[in-house]
């Protein structure tokens, strides 16, 4: 799986922004996708701008939620 560009870490609103790797726009993951996240299990999110899927697990945000351990 590819490396994804982080943009915002917000643990106290529980939402992680991430870059689109197709069209650089920012994408907001949900509190229920951070939760999975959290637990270890792989998501897919959706951009908004272009439509294209993009699948996110941990060693793709850099292997931690919030901050390294």
């Not at 949900?30 to 439509?51: A, F, N, Q």
Request: hydrophobic content about 30%; overall charge positive; aromatic content about 6%.
């Amino acid at each position: 799986m590819q490396s994804l560009t982080v943009l915002k870490r917000d643990k106290f609103s529980r939402r992680i922004d991430i870059e689109c790797p197709h069209c650089q726009k920012p994408v907001p993951l949900s509190p229920s996708h951070v939760t999975k996240l959290e637990d270890g299990i792989e998501i897919l999110g959706w951009c908004g701008e272009c439509r294209r899927s993009i699948n996110v697990d941990l060693p793709a945000i850099g292997g931690y939620v919030w901050s390294p351990s």
